[in-house]
């Protein structure tokens, strides 16, 4: 069963880049890692996705290493408005009954400082 | 844009009250998913549908249900609900045909459900 773990918390300052590494084990071998945003009182959102190696938006980028055994979000130059909680959202097959879980990281807490 | 909406905000509910959290979308997507949010555990899955009466259990059904008579509308149903179903419940939508969870989801601003 594949199992995800994030930092609890990171803090920042503005303009700085901050990487958030998500750490996840037996994940499905053909799906998407998706990583989420979310602001106090709100839903997560869509930040960025990736299959492999690195794919960059103008948001994010996302680092996934060739075993797939963990992915990193980078978010160049940080502001006050980037503090939130981020999570990961990767795929376990459970081959004994043919379906998937998903599965949410724990999650986290990004503070960005002035 | 995208809009979720989840018919409360709050919500209080007695021990053993049958409780129906109703969530639409507004731009014709053909999968939407109920989640929960607890601390420390993050958001699970507990059911998702990808089309018009079809529905797919989660990773933790038990004591739910779900309808979904109508495309922008998907139901969440607490038959009897207790007070281990305290949670905050987030609704979301996908565009892609038979999607999956993975693929990119538009979430509502959620319902925080207490059961007394």
């Known amino acids: 069963l594949a199992k995800t773990t994030q930092p609890i918390s990171m803090d920042s300052y503005e303009g700085q880049e901050v990487n958030i590494t998500c750490s996840h084990n037996?994940?499905?071998?053909?799906?998407?890692i998706t990583w989420y945003q979310q602001f106090p009182s709100q839903g997560p959102r869509f930040i960025i996705q990736g299959y492999k190696t690195k794919v960059t938006n103008e948001v994010a980028s996302l680092f996934i290493p060739a075993d797939r055994k963990s992915s990193t979000l980078s978010l160049p130059r940080v502001s006050l408005s980037d503090t939130a909680v981020y999570y990961c959202?990767?795929?376990?097959?459970?081959?004994?009954?043919?379906?998937?879980?998903?599965?949410f990281g724990t999650g986290t807490r990004l503070k960005v400082l002035a | 844009d995208v809009k979720v909406t989840q018919s409360s905000r709050y919500l209080v509910k007695r021990t053993g009250e049958k409780v129906f959290l109703e969530c639409v979308q507004d731009?014709?997507?053909?999968?939407m998913f109920w989640y929960r949010q607890d601390p420390g555990l993050g958001l699970r899955l507990i059911y998702f549908s990808y089309d018009v009466k079809m529905k797919e259990k989660g990773d933790i059904p038990e004591g739910y249900s779900v309808s979904r008579e109508k495309k922008e509308r998907f139901s969440l149903i607490l038959e009897s609900a207790s007070t281990n179903q305290t949670s905050m419940y987030l609704c979301?939508?996908?565009?892609?045909?038979?999607?999956?969870?993975?693929?990119?989801?538009?979430f509502g601003p959620g319902t925080r459900l207490t059961v007394t």
């Open positions: 979301a939508s996908s565009s892609l045909a038979g999607g999956s969870p993975l693929d990119e989801q538009y």
């Open positions: 731009m014709d997507h053909e999968n």
């Open positions: 959202l990767v795929g376990d097959p459970l081959t004994t009954s043919g379906t998937y879980k998903y599965i």
């Open positions: 037996n994940i499905a071998t053909n799906d998407y």
